[in-house]
DNA sequence: TCAAAAGTGTTTTACCTACACCCATGA
DNA sequence: TCATGGGTGTAGGTAAAACACTTTTGA
């Protein structure tokens, strides 16, 4: 290699469309800029990366600093470099999903001042985002959509322990339908990658369903196998 | 906004998988580097984004640039960010694929002269790659080989005009197994994207083979429709 | 006793899989 | 006439879709 090459410097963000499922309703992480540009406005959470971190890095450093989430694994999905996305100049932004378990502590807790807040808000109720972040948004919510209709991934969203139910209201609200109880159950059941508990549910006032869980160990055996065209 | 906010300058790349067919055998486009770092090293097809142009453009010029091929449209498929992925500093990648019809034409004429020549090496056979490139083809390859499991997109790198048995050795090459010659033409017939032709195959010393061609028209009908989880 | 959700089966249809032989053609 | 690939059908299994009523429970 020489050493006469120049060195290059570069900016570029990362930005977390991060699912949550709470109260019947499927959630997103915003937090309140506390910094211009748009400072006051709602965002994805999203900062820009350091030099010497790698991205995937860089998204859980990131989302720790603005959320006080810890330890979220999550997924690349799709880079935006349009040319004037950022008013500062050319950022491109590498944009990351996940979907977690609110587990009830809903309590955000940001832990640098680039952010007055950090909520949870439901997709169907999103304000006015900054930079294109709507974009973002949007391409996340298909990138899910599309990829529980051939891996069950929604056991992330849930608590523990669920009811069928819960499981399938949860397709329901990422999917946008509505599906056949039976039938849903009888796929489901089908995977084999749910434990049928001793349990049911408490504090309802009618008939208690049996709580599930998922079973993590048959879950990686099913879906290490590839997907697979024909013969 | 802020007038005051410092301006962000960017250094990042694209970097293209290009895939054709030629041969019975699955390739990609090489080109041989005439620039530091990695001179004379062969390396996919990728260059620094101008800071004017949108990502999705610069992968076509870039792509026109290096190789000579014009109109190619690409998707992307990952952004690769290690830190030390590149000797002269943080540059990031946006890698892009695209599977392409050869067409006979196979003479790739550079325009720029960052690069010393572009040809097409199987996927089989490839020398050793400058920066993360490796990891990057590899990558790539497997987006396809998962896709074409659940979009019928070989079409795009035959010629117009094909005979069963060529669609499915590209499948076979692409998901590197035999498939049942009955199954494949059932289904891929049953799809009903294929439009038979009243043209046979020529200069073949055995018994010639139909000839059929893509339906688009019908082929996006099909694949507007989501994939569907259940009912 | 009523309201609300839990839980449950069958039939039809479509698709996947496995599997082997005759046919047409040019050399 | 022979070598080479072209072309074809059937049976069995599995999964999806459509569809409605009874059961349990707490208020």
Redesign the interface.
């Known amino acids: 290699?020489?050493t006469l090459?120049?060195?290059?410097?570069?900016?570029?963000s990362i930005d977390c469309v991060i699912f949550g499922f709470d109260d019947g309703e499927l959630k997103i992480l915003l937090i309140e800029r506390n910094e211009?540009?748009f400072k006051d406005w709602w965002a994805l959470p999203g900062y820009i990366?350091e030099?010497?971190?790698?991205?995937?890095h860089a998204a859980e450093r990131i989302l720790y600093e603005l959320t006080g989430l810890r330890d979220i694994y999550m997924d690349?999905f799709?880079?935006f470099?349009?040319?004037n996305r950022?008013?500062?100049?050319?950022?491109?932004t590498?944009a990351y999903y996940a979907m977690i378990r609110l587990n009830g502590n809903k309590e955000l807790k940001p832990v640098s001042n680039y952010v007055s807040k950090a909520v949870w808000t439901s997709v169907n109720d999103l304000p006015q985002l900054a930079f294109d972040h709507e974009k973002i948004f949007t391409r996340g919510f298909e990138k899910i959509?599309?990829k529980?209709?051939?891996q069950p991934i929604a056991f992330e969203l849930l608590p523990e322990k669920f009811t069928l139910t819960q499981l399938q209201q949860l397709?329901e609200v990422i999917?946008n339908?509505?599906?056949?109880k039976r039938?849903?159950r009888k796929?489901m059941l089908n995977y084999g990658i749910l434990k049928e508990l001793d349990e049911k549910q408490k504090g309802v006032s009618y008939r208690a369903a049996k709580l599930y869980k998922f079973d993590k160990r048959k879950y990686s055996k099913l879906f290490q196998k590839?997907?697979?065209?024909?013969?």
């Not at 030099?51 to 995937?56: A, H, L, P, R, T």
């Not at 950022?86 to 491109?92: A, E, K, S, T």
């Not at 590839?226 to 013969?231: D, I, R, V, Y």
């Open positions: 290699m020489e090459l120049p060195k290059f410097d570069s900016v570029f211009e540009p990366v030099q010497d971190e790698s991205i995937d690349q799709y880079t470099g349009d040319v950022h008013p500062q100049g050319r950022v491109i590498v959509r599309n529980i209709s051939y397709y999917l339908k509505k599906l056949d039938n849903f796929k590839e997907l697979t065209f024909g013969k």
